[in-house]
């Protein structure tokens, strides 16, 4: 690997991560996590160890959410949006106002430069996997 710095190619997929990377990444998701499971049980008004037994990467269907106390109640966009206007005081028909963005050229060129990258990544991975004798950009 040719880089820029000592930790550029950190997980990179092409070399593996020597024990001292491993336990950084380890200390960077431990802290995010941690951070997560704090903001959640703050918000929600439980304990962090109550948030520890259920944040554990599972996946919950809605009324499974409302069981463990993540969210107040199920509804669709309607409801959302009625009990938004009751909680902003708008009295009478709510109306949702859609906004559309019009992209720049940037949007456009950053779009299309994530699609380059991306196959360039993807012949790259091919070829190292000897799923192909060339690379096709």
Known sequence: MITSG???DIG???RNMTEEEEERLQEIINKIYYHFISDVAENRNME???I??????????????VENGLVDKL??????T?????????EGEPRVK???????FYDLFAEG??????????AFIEVSNGQDKEIKI
């Open 6 to 8: 000592e930790k550029k």
């Open 12 to 14: 990179s997929p092409y």
């Open 48 to 50: 962090i160890s109550d």
């Open 52 to 65: 520890e037994e259920i944040a554990n990467g599972d996946i919950y269907l809605g009324s499974e959410a």
């Open 75 to 80: 509804g669709n966009l309607n409801d959302a």
């Open 82 to 90: 009625l009990a938004a206007a009751e909680l902003a005081g708008i």
């Open 98 to 104: 859609y906004l559309y963005h019009e992209p720049t």
């Open 113 to 122: 430069a994530t699609h380059i990258g991306y196959g360039i990544g993807k």
